[in-house]
Structures are given as C-alpha cells and as structure tokens.
Antibody, heavy 122, light 107 residues
Framework: QVQLVQSGAEVKKPGASVKVSCKAS????????IHWVRQAPGQGLEWMGLFNPSGGTTSYAQKFQGRVTMTRDTFTSTVYMELSSLKSEDSAVYYC???????????????WGQGTLVTVSS | DIQMTQSPSSLSASVGDSVTITCRAS??????LAWFQQKPGKAPKRLIYAASSLQSGVPSRFSGSGSGTEYTLTISSLQPEDFATYYC?????????FGQGTKVEIK
C-alpha cells in the first residue's frame, strides 16, 4: 500500500537548519512529484514547493527561495526538505504529499505523510 | 499568484444539516481544485479532486461542484465524524494556494 513516512520531531535554535525526510513506498517513486506543505500552530496550510524524483528538478514558493532545498535518495525512495536560517515563525508541522507526473489530477495530494513537528526556540 | 478566498471561515451546524463551503479563485482555475478534510493532529485527507470527483472511500454525502472561479463543497447530511476543518487547494498554476479553511463545529 502507498505510504509516505516522515522523520520525527525536531527542536532547533534560531539560525540553524532542519532536514525532514519523506520515505515513499508502495508505488513507483519516480512517477510522482513530492510536494511540501507546512502548517503553523492553529493556522492554515501553506505550500512550500515540489520535488521531481525523476529528474531531480524543483520548484519553490518565492517565500522560501534561498532558504529551502529539496533533494532525494533514489536508493531509499526518500525525499528530503531542508530549511535553513530558521526563525521562530518556522515552527510548524511539515507535511509531504504526492502528485502523479502523468495523471496529476487523479492523484493530486491523494496520499500525505503523517507530518513532522519542527520547533524553533532559543 | 492565484488567491483562493474560502468562506465561511467557520460555521456551526447540527447532525443531519446540509452545509456548503465556497472557494473563489482570483482567476479561472479550470476545475484544478481539490477539497481536504483535516482533524486535529492529523494530516489532511482528500475528499474531492478535479472539482467534483469523489475520492474512493469517501462517503457520498460529500460532493463538489463549480467551474471557472467559483467552487463549492457540500456535505448533504452532516455526521458526527464530519466536524473538522476543510480546505480547498488550487493546482492550476504555481504557486499552489490553499483557501484559509472552514472550521465546521457542532451547534
């Protein structure tokens, strides 16, 4: 069955970086984009960017340009999202979700990771 | 960027009521819209995709409609497990943008 399993909670100091993983299983890794979405406490959902596991290409929301980097490990079917220069406002739950490359609408965000809580505090 | 204006931001309803949530896009999004349900501490769950297609396994009391810039999610007979927050998300163009969310509470 399709699963996206994320890494565990993190506590970081302001200015540090955090790297969250999203391990995919149950489907062809290279056939689906991985998107990242975050949710600050008590707030709505915010799209951060996407990673194409097939070509390694990325598209980032302008708000995160220069601070976010998405990469992959093809051998373990894992996508990573690294956010640098952390601020208290980056404290949030970070989610990964998939979207099919060939048939995007039908598979758009049909499976999500369980979420990773990142706390930024001095 | 496409702005998604979701309304209402919250509503109170009783079990058995019918409720409608609306998302208006700042420009046409050609049915590239999905609806999600989120419960506290959980990841969002997709209910509707392509504006009106029901996700497999989702009860038929959920339905989506709309075109162009205006889209609606209707829950025809609210059940206790439907009390949650609902979001729309457009994927017609990048950056992807969510509605602000609608919290459905028990009256």
């Amino acid at each position: 069955q399709v699963q996206l399993v994320q890494s565990g909670a993190e506590v970081k100091k302001p200015g540090a970086s955090v790297k969250v993983s999203c391990k995919a299983s149950g489907y062809t890794f290279s056939s689906f984009y991985i998107h990242w979405v975050r949710q600050a406490p008590g707030q709505g959902l915010e799209w951060m960017g996407l990673f194409n596991p097939s070509g390694g290409t990325t598209s980032y929301a302008q708000k995160f340009q220069g601070r976010v980097t998405m990469t992959r490990d093809t051998f373990t079917s894992t996508v990573y999202m690294e956010l640098s220069s952390l601020k208290s406002e980056d404290s949030a739950v970070y989610y990964c979700a998939r979207m099919g490359i060939v048939v995007p609408a039908a598979t758009f965000f049909d499976f999500w990771g369980q979420g990773t809580l990142v706390t930024v505090s001095s | 960027d496409i702005q998604m204006t979701q309304s209402p931001s919250s509503l109170s309803a009783s079990v058995g009521d019918s409720v409608t949530i609306t998302c208006r896009a700042s420009q046409g999004i050609r049915n590239d819209l999905a609806w999600f349900q989120q419960k506290p501490g959980k990841a969002p769950k997709r209910l509707i995709y392509a504006a009106s297609s029901l996700q497999s396994g989702v009860p038929s009391r959920f339905s989506g409609s709309g075109s162009g810039t205006e889209y609606t999610l209707t829950i025809s007979s609210l059940q206790p497990e439907d009390f949650a927050t609902y979001y729309c998300l457009q994927h017609n163009s990048y950056p992807l943008t969510f509605g602000q969310g609608t919290k459905v509470e028990i009256k």
